[in-house]
């Protein structure tokens, strides 16, 4: 078990897992709880940005993202648009998006990468 290292970690998860050169992130929301889709999104995407740059990784190391919109219906166009700003055209990860019942009802965004070290 000593090459698992485990980042801010608190009794329900740890926001950051390594292991085998793969970096798991935990599901991210926005720290912004009264912006929109763009607001939040950028806000979301920030937080991964730190966090992989953490433990000495990047977003053009992402292999893949798990996305939940609390509205796909109206959010997946604005997300869309902050998702292909940022992430580098060639580096682009596997991905799937879907509809969920978030945490609170605030937010409008949740995700999840697994990136390369």
């Not at 937080?47 to 939940?68: D, F, N, Y």
């Not at 580098?88 to 990136?115: W, Y």
Request: glycine share 4%.
């Amino acid at each position: 078990m000593s090459d698992i290292q485990r980042y801010e970690s608190t009794p329900r998860l740890s926001r950051v897992v390594v292991h085998n050169g793969i970096v798991h992130l935990a599901g991210i929301t926005s720290a912004v709880r009264d912006g929109d889709i763009i607001v939040q999104t950028k806000s979301v995407l920030d937080t991964i940005a730190a966090r992989l740059a953490s433990v000495g990784s990047s977003k053009e190391k992402i292999l893949s993202a798990q996305i939940w919109l609390k509205d796909i219906d109206r959010d997946f166009a604005g997300l869309n648009t902050v998702w292909e700003a940022w992430v580098p055209a060639d580096a682009v990860p596997t991905r799937a998006t879907c509809e969920a019942k978030l945490a609170a009802p605030e937010l409008l965004v949740e995700i999840i990468v697994t990136a390369a070290l």
